[in-house]
């Protein structure tokens, strides 16, 4: 029996190809363009660079400033990329001939960037490279280069219950300003519950920022927590001593699921990370931001020990090679500063994965909670070398930072 | 500064098989790549305790340890190896019901639908299960895949020997190719008696290649689709970042270069040929050849000057009609596969059986379309115990973003998940809202962010009849812009696919290893 295909045509191919000439010769001869609304869309959330320059300075007390950043249009930067609130910045600096990044969450919210400025408010760190800097060079008309709005500690309705309980220590309250502002504008819509630690009256960053949002919008509320203040110095409504289960408890929905962000200094996440164990609640509605650079990795449990001080790094940058020493106490990243050379970086936190690097030959050490290294990483020797330690001496391939 | 043979741009898959083939033949060899991490799709990334991966659905092409597939063989060439997990049965089509359908039923779920397909591997195998759900369809579906071994041996011919010779073989032996090739998948499975309700079952995996039944060759069709139910498919141990590392480890192990966060941003022109590029504004590389992984719409209008693009390619490039571009929602769920009722790993939930109107509907984000896998039902420890991990897919064509605004896009997108996932919820009578524990949501702007191509697409360009396979393969030359210049990946002429685009960067690379041998 003949095959049933038969009744198809055989003749119809050649034109094809014809055909196909034919229709690319009706083709435009001009350029092709190179927009479209999915790439103007890409384009206007994750520029490479955004500059821009200090517009205002508010000192806010307590060794801290928070820096009004408007586009610098003459270096190429029209408008600012709009974020979600709770994103951060990456700020690039050169000190002392060390390239230097950091980052800081937005304070400002969603909507003026959309008006055309962000806001970073910088707090004093002790021994900190950039707050320092920061703190005493930036001054109104300083030129700011910093990367897209970055991170993933934002509220997700699809993922998070509708009421987010927010721990906020120190200038960990930043993000969270910036999410009451989202809240009372109607771009985020969740409930918002705010325990915010201070040690005094004195240190309570954005007092009345957050007082005027709490009595515009019935979604915020503000506790502030003070872990050091005599009685009768106390605000009305506030709590005294720290954030612990049974404050959180207090100010939760009482039969109704509820999420925990928590924003704040290292030592509050370990302290935190216990309290929040007791509410009894699931995993996925406690969500942290970024832990931060770690320092002295020496004081993990699992640092082994017989490390060298002093360790040499052979780093690969596209076609140029060079050899530096440093400390071993030293991430990767900071030796690499430390010599003048730039490494591409983002959160220096072990989860944006910007870093990604080839270790060639040598150890190094990567604290666990901060291995966010995807498992083929592992497989293949790639690290991140934000959060990772030297234990011999290195070979390695960074990209180019950009 | 050190003149390249070969400057390979853009580390996606074609991009990597192009450098890995060019190192291996002992070409020196740098391939550039925008982003810091090699793969383009085939990557992944990790949100809280999941690593997920964001492209790769099932890669055909494995085969078995006693007959390789393609994908294996070509890994195999480059030195390259990769742990496979094996997926053994192919996809589950479900239709839920409309009003008034006659046909209707309630399956396993407990949903009323018009259809309930579930594949198994093989093809006696899956001819049978065709024949069980649409009795009299068993011939029909043997015959086209007795068809497309054939085609599948044709078109190796084709690929093997140099046009026209390869071509004038394939002609004297298998007069059915320039049949197949020349009519529409659906004219191919009418001529073969296949009942309608059969062939819509059949032409599931059209969404692979992004062409209904009625656009897209059978040719084609046929032989795509018998490469993922001849010996079912596998997906690599640790996501699609691993296949991308190993390939790059071979590129280094063979003294290629890679650059990574290097953007090229133009190409150097002399004597009328490209004969450099500038990486990142500033900094410039010489080679002898070229192969080009990035999109050319982009390629002409972002890296050359005006004067330096032909006339044919910006005519071509502005001709073709650039293909689908994709939504993936990606969850990490705090419960396993089996506590939220998941059973297979990939089932196509469809708004009609019908694909043309499958892809009618896809013309809106809100289209009821939507396949959701669970990568647990292969690699079951790929996230801690007691949790699991979806990806739910869907397509748009055309400009789709234009009336969303770069502000109200995360409400957008937001909304868009919240529609898939309730898709998903009805068609599989399950829960799956209050279990997510981690979500991230990629909508073509953020497919546009990682693989710049436009809107998006990984698709690279419809492969609709008239410019469909075997035209692209027969023109592959007079397609390339340069005689150094050559270009590979999804834009060529095998269309998207992770074997499809190894497979022209090999191409590629072996074109311009022969030029190297010829002295040209």
Redesign the interface.
């Known amino acids: 029996m003949a095959?049933?295909?038969?009744?198809?045509?055989?003749k119809?191919?050649l034109p094809?190809?014809g055909?196909?000439?034919a229709?690319?010769?009706?083709?435009?001869?001009?350029?092709?363009?190179?927009?479209?609304?999915?790439?103007?869309?890409?384009t206007?959330?994750?520029p490479v660079r955004q500059y821009l320059k200090v517009a205002s300075v508010t000192d806010r007390g307590d060794g801290c400033k928070s820096y009004k950043l408007v586009p610098d249009t003459e270096k190429g930067t029209e408008k600012l990329?709009?974020f979600?609130a709770g994103k951060y910045l990456t700020v690039f600096e050169h000190i002392g001939g060390m390239p230097l990044t950091r980052a800081y969450s937005i304070s400002s919210s969603?909507r003026n960037s959309?008006e055309g400025f962000y806001e970073l408010t910088i707090k004093k760190v002790d021994g900190g490279l950039m707050s320092n800097y920061i703190l005493s060079e930036w001054k109104e008309g300083t030129a700011v280069e910093v990367s897209a709005p970055s991170g993933?500690f934002e509220y997700?309705?699809?993922?998070d219950a509708s009421t987010v309980i927010c721990l906020a220590g120190g200038s960990g309250i930043t993000p969270f300003v910036s999410m009451a502002n989202a809240v009372n504008d109607g771009d985020e819509d969740f409930n918002l519950v705010l325990l915010y630690g201070s040690r005094n009256p004195g240190s309570i960053l954005f007092r009345d920022e957050l007082e005027a949002l709490e009595k515009q919008c019935s979604k915020i509320k503000i506790v502030h927590v003070l872990s050091d203040t005599p009685d009768d110095e106390m605000p009305a409504g506030s709590e005294k001593g720290f954030i612990t289960a049974e404050l959180i408890k207090k100010y939760a929905p009482a039969n109704e699921d509820y999420s925990v962000f928590i924003c704040g200094p290292q030592q509050m996440y370990e302290f935190l990370e216990k309290e929040t164990a007791k509410l009894g609640i699931?995993?996925?509605f406690i969500r942290r931001e970024m832990f931060g650079e770690l320092h002295n990795p020496g004081s993990q449990p699992d640092y082994p020990s017989d490390v060298p001080e002093n360790v040499s790094i052979t780093v690969t940058i596209?076609?140029e090679t060079k050899t530096v020493t440093g400390k071993s106490c030293d991430s990767v990243m900071q030796i690499l500063e430390k010599n003048g050379i730039a490494v591409?970086a983002r959160c220096r936190s072990g989860?944006c994965?910007?870093?990604?690097s080839?270790l060639l030959s040598g150890d190094v050490y990567i604290p666990p909670q901060l291995d966010?290294?995807?498992?083929?990483?592992k497989?293949?020797g790639?690290i991140h070398p934000c959060c990772s330690f030297p234990l011999s001496d290195l070979v390695l391939?960074v990209?180019?930072?950009? | 500064m050190k003149k390249y043979d070969v400057i390979v741009i853009g580390a996606g898959n074609g991009g990597l098989a192009a450098a890995a083939t060019c190192a291996k033949a002992g070409l020196s060899t740098l391939l550039l790549e925008r982003h810091n991490i090699p793969g383009g799709s085939a990557s992944s990334f990790v949100r809280g305790r999941f690593e997920f991966e964001p492209s790769l659905h099932e890669l055909s092409g494995i085969g078995t340890p006693e007959e390789k597939g393609s994908v294996e063989e070509q890994f195999d060439r480059m030195g390259v190896k990769v742990n496979w997990c094996k997926h053994n049965s192919t996809f589950r089509l479900i239709v839920p019901a409309k009003e008034g359908d006659e046909d209707s039923f309630i399956n396993e779920n407990g949903v009323r639908v018009s259809v309930d397909a579930r594949m198994p591997v093989g093809f006696e195998a899956f001819s049978r299960k065709l024949d069980e759900i649409v009795p009299g369809s068993y011939e029909s579906a043997m015959n086209a895949f007795k068809l497309s071994e054939d085609m599948y041996t044709a078109f190796g011919y084709m690929e093997e020997g140099e046009n026209p010779l390869g071509m004038l073989k394939v002609l004297k032996y298998f007069p059915d190719f320039m049949r197949l090739t020349s009519h529409t998948l659906q004219e191919g499975l009418d001529a073969l008696g296949m009942p309608k309700k059969a062939q819509d079952i059949f032409n599931t995996y059209w969404c692979y290649m992004g062409v209904p039944a009625s656009r897209f060759d059978f040719l084609y069709y046929l032989t795509m689709q018998s490469s993922y139910i001849k010996f079912g498919t596998g997906i690599p141990q640790n996501r699609s970042h691993e296949m991308s590392l190993a390939i790059d480890k071979a590129i280094r192990d063979n003294g290629g270069d890679i650059w990574y966060n290097s953007e090229v941003t133009s190409v150097i022109m002399k004597n009328g040929k490209p004969a450099g590029v500038v990486v990142n504004g500033s900094k410039e590389v010489y080679g002898e050849r070229f192969i080009c992984n990035a999109s050319p719409r982009f390629v002409w209008s972002d890296l050359f000057n005006k004067e330096d693009v032909p006339e044919f390619q910006a005519r071509m490039t502005n001709a073709r009609k650039t293909a689908v571009a994709l939504t993936t929602v990606y969850l990490g769920m705090k419960k396993t596969k089996e506590e939220l009722g998941i059973t297979d790993y990939s089932v196509f939930i469809a708004p009609d059986r019908d694909s043309d109107k499958q892809f009618e509907a896809c013309q809106d984000f809100f289209s009821g379309y939507c396949i959701i896998n669970c990568l647990n039902e292969i690699i079951p420890d790929c996230t801690p115990p007691g949790t699991s991990q979806l990806f739910l897919t869907s397509m748009t064509f055309g400009d789709a973003m234009k009336d969303v605004k770069p502000e109200d896009y995360k409400k957008f997108k937001t909304k868009v998940a919240k529609d898939m996932i309730e898709t998903c919820e009805k068609a599989l009578n399950i829960s799956i809202t209050p279990y997510i524990e981690e979500i991230e949501i990629a909508l073509p702007p953020t497919f546009s962010r990682y693989l710049n191509t436009p809107m998006g697409t990984p698709y690279g360009y419809m492969l609709e009849m008239w410019d469909s396979l075997i035209p692209r393969t027969i023109q592959y030359e007079k397609d390339q812009p340069f005689d150094n210049f050559l270009f590979c990946g999804a834009s060529q002429e095998r269309g998207d696919g992770y074997g499809c685009a190894y497979h022209t960067g090999e191409k590629a690379a072996k074109l311009t290893i022969k030029a190297f041998k010829e002295g040209k």
Do not use: T, V, W
């Open positions: 095959s049933p295909i038969k009744s198809l045509k055989a119809k191919f094809m190809l055909g196909r000439q229709r690319f010769g009706e083709g435009s001869p001009d350029i092709p363009s190179g927009s479209d609304s999915a790439r103007a869309i890409a206007a959330l994750h990329a709009y979600g969603p959309l993933n997700q309705p699809l993922r699931e995993r996925k596209q076609d591409p989860e994965g910007f870093c990604h080839h966010y290294r995807r498992l083929a990483d497989q293949f790639c391939n990209p180019a930072a950009r």
